[in-house]
């Protein structure tokens, strides 16, 4: 059946050290967010792209991270240089159209030491 | 701001006891979506509810919509220990972005 995939699905590194997570949104879904879930923080939007296009990541701290969509079965979160708060679960999801459910992936749990 | 906010924070009970799960928004919506969270995993997408429908079922499922009072509840029946996990209810906003309240976070004792 059709998921979202992502990986890793875990990821322990040091800081200072750039981190990629990539994700396989469900084929036909035209439109891929990212979150973060932290305990402190929940669950927050970072960024989302329709058509590949991106459309708001104002929910990213854009010194530091970056998300792309180079075709339209693959996405990417990139963190570079990557900091101890970055430490949280990142969820890509997918969705056909504008007014349906939300697909996520298992997720990838950065830690960053 | 959360756009979702749901109450209570947690809730523990008896298998086979319902559990109900309220959510309270701030502004108008033209749908609002419920999500389960196991420990570990992605959240699911249990149920979408409009804002022209006032309750929706869905198995053992039932959400109610008050656009009135901007609020919405998740009952869960005859609970399993299988229903631990938490629930988050989820608005679009102008963009038609979700947003996630912080959840309740369900125990349910076999």
């Known amino acids: 059946d059709a998921r979202v995939t992502q990986t890793p699905r875990d990821k322990v590194t040091e800081m200072g050290q750039e981190v990629t997570m990539r994700c396989q949104p469900i084929?036909?879904?035209?439109?891929v967010f990212w979150y973060r879930q932290t305990m402190m923080q929940g669950l927050e939007l970072l960024a989302y792209f329709r058509n590949r296009a991106p459309l708001d990541d104002s929910g990213m701290p854009k010194d530091r991270f970056s998300a792309e969509m180079p075709d339209a079965t693959l996405a990417t979160l990139k963190i570079q240089p990557s900091e101890p708060r970055d430490s949280a679960v990142y969820f890509c999801a997918s969705r056909e159209g504008s007014y349906n459910e939300q697909f996520f992936g298992p997720g990838t749990r950065l830690t960053v030491l | 701001s959360q756009q979702g906010e749901e109450d209570p924070q947690a809730l523990s009970i008896q298998e086979g006891e319902n559990a109900t799960m309220n959510c309270s928004y701030k502004?108008?919506?033209?749908?609002l979506q419920w999500y389960r969270q196991n420990s570990g995993r992605g959240l699911v997408h249990l149920i979408l509810?409009?804002?022209?429908?006032r309750e929706k079922h869905s198995g053992r499922l039932r959400v109610t919509l008050d656009t009135s009072k901007k609020s919405s509840s998740l009952l869960i029946t005859a609970s399993r220990a299988a229903d631990t996990a938490s629930y988050f209810c989820a608005t679009p906003n102008a963009g038609n972005m979700l947003t996630f309240g912080g959840g309740t976070r369900l125990m349910v004792k076999p």
């Open positions: 084929l036909g879904h035209n439109t």
């Open positions: 502004t108008s919506i033209n749908n």
């Open positions: 509810i409009r804002s022209n429908e």
